[in-house]
């Protein structure tokens, strides 16, 4: 029994020693390694006694591990044996092992590591492609791909736009692809992200190594239809057309760009011509005189041009004013004027027929028995007053003027006041020189002739004038009354127009709201202006005899660009925004003084201009042409393209010594 158990220790002893006597060492590797390349290393076993064992070799990765090799050897005493290993680095071997890895080998009771390495299935990708590019062009792409091993790819390469749906696949051939991608012709505008993914497949037909690299493309708008938006396609002559140019892109989308645009009349002849932008409204001022018929407008936009009628009506007006003792009336249509007119002499209807070309001008002598009358027209039932005159004659009548026997008299009294000059430089010459002796004459009363109101010219429009409808049994009131009353003075004025486009808003929002434009209106009532609201437009009249202003357009100009600065600022502190825009023109008005009220009424388009700036202005302030030629010293302006209107930049203050003198000069007046 004592032996048996001196047998079996000894031969544990034996067996220990041979496996503590085995030697185990792995050569090097490489540092790194891409998807499908060959993993090649040497193991050495050696051992100073005999031993048989299983080597078994294992790929340790921080993702897992897995057996790559396992063989028996045996050994005998002092023999040394070199086994060389090679594995395929594919997805059968990894599946989802990379990353950093490492060998260890196992014989018998020995086991090692090989020094760490990297397991990389990545591409690096540089590519070179254009970044404009138009529709229905190709996209040229060029690069390279590189293993991260430094081996160049022979795999394949995918272009894509994703947000076009686009897409092409092609081949990477020594580690160099040369593509291209086609852009649709109505391929919309603007940037997009071009994608270029390479990629190689081991021999189970599975991606191996990939790489990924993306880039900007922009694609150009090409503008490919040009058309034209009316809001009506018949309009009378006087007032504004509405219309908007549309660009069109290769995909359907509109564009703002700068048009041009002609307005051509019925005679083919060009009206009008400037530069507005597409996709914005834009309006057309036709005057009363706008020839009836077929009008067009041309838009032209690079090699582009569309061309799109409308239809001005016919428009018979004339307007009415009096000088002198004289009736004048104006054909203010666009067709000839030839209607029969009521004129009001007194309580006396005298009824006239009146052809007039258009544009042309008839003039009529009032007379009646001497005294001050009423001078009005009659158009249906209504009643127009233009004020009165000092008459004088047999009876009540308007007779026409001759032409020929005012040019006669013209030329005669300009002869006799020819020969009344040279009696006078005659006896001049004869007497300069001659004592005079006498006494000093002794002063008599001066006389001063009455006054006609000869000077003023009160002016009747059936398009324009305010009206109002009498009866017969108000006329002799009415007639009785004008002698405590003046009528209709022309006068040059300023017109400031305030355009609330969210009144509606603001009022239905409370009364604190409307307190900015309170404010305004309060402002220019101090400064003696008329005020005058027309719906969503607040008018603001400054003219000498409502004002008495000696510097009344500088004031006015002032008071445009305060009450500008003040909304500004009020629209910085409030959520609720007010959606203004100021406009200012000059020119002339009709001011009619009743029982001490002011009536305020345009000879022309002066009010129209001023609404139009105004309607023009976005939160700023714009003055016409007109205006501006006031006081070309004090403003600092800018013009809007193609438009006779200015942006209102600043007001230069006028000195001290100027405010001085002006006061000065005005008070020597008196």
Known sequence: MEKRVIIIALLGIIVFMGAASAELLIG???????????????????????????????????SGEIE????????????RRIIP?????????????????????IYGSSKTFSQNFYIDSKVSVVFYAESIVDPGKEVKVSGTAKKSNGQVLEGFLDISIGELGLSNKDLVKNGEFNSTLFIPRNARSGSYEITIRVYDKDNLNVVANE???????????????????????????GTDFLYSVILLDQAGDSSRQEVEVSLIDPKEKIVQKSFVVSGTTNNLSLDSAALPGNWKIIARFNNLVYEKEFYVNEFEDASFYIANNTLYVKNTGNVPFDS????????EIVVKEVALGIGAIKKFKLSAPEGDYSIGVMEDDKEFYLGTALLSGNAVGVGEYDEISDGLSFWIWLLILLILCLATVYFYKKHAHKSYYGKEPVSS??????????????????????????SFEEKAMKLRENKAESFGNKEKAVIVALNVRNLSEIAASGEDSLAPIGKIIESARKKGAKFKD??????FIFSPSVTKDPNLNYNALQFLNKAEVF??????????????????????????????????????????VAKKAASRAKNEAIISQALKRELPAVLKTSPLPGENFFKLNSIVNRSPQEEFLSKFMNRNKK
């Open 28 to 62: 090097q590797t490489d540092s790194l390694y891409s998807i499908g390349d060959s993993l090649d290393f040497n193991i050495t076993l050696s051992s100073s006694t005999g031993v048989s064992e299983f080597l078994v070799t294992k790929l340790v990765c921080s």
């Open 68 to 79: 790559i090799y396992r063989s028996p050897y045996s050994l005998s005493a002092g023999e």
């Open 85 to 105: 290993i090679s594995i395929k680095l594919d997805s059968l071997l990894l599946k989802n092992l990379n990353g950093m890895c490492k060998i260890e080998a």
């Open 211 to 237: 790489g990924n690299n993306s880039g900007m493309l922009r694609i150009k708008q090409i503008i490919e239809k040009i058309d034209l938006a009316y809001e009506i396609l018949e309009t009378n002559p």
């Open 340 to 347: 029969p007119v009521r004129i009001l002499i007194g309580e």
């Open 445 to 470: 009363t001066s006389f001063t002739p009455r006054d006609s109101g000869a000077g003023s010219e009160p002016v009747f429009s059936k398009a324009a004038a305010p009206q109002r409808s009498f």
């Open 534 to 539: 027309e719906e969503n437009y607040k008018l």
């Open 567 to 608: 909304l500004n600022d009020y629209n910085k502190k409030k959520a609720l925004k007010i959606d203004f825009g100021l406009g200012a023109n000059a020119g002339e008005l009709i001011i009619e003084s009743s029982r001490g009220k002011i009536k305020v009424s345009s000879s022309g388009n002066t009010i129209l």
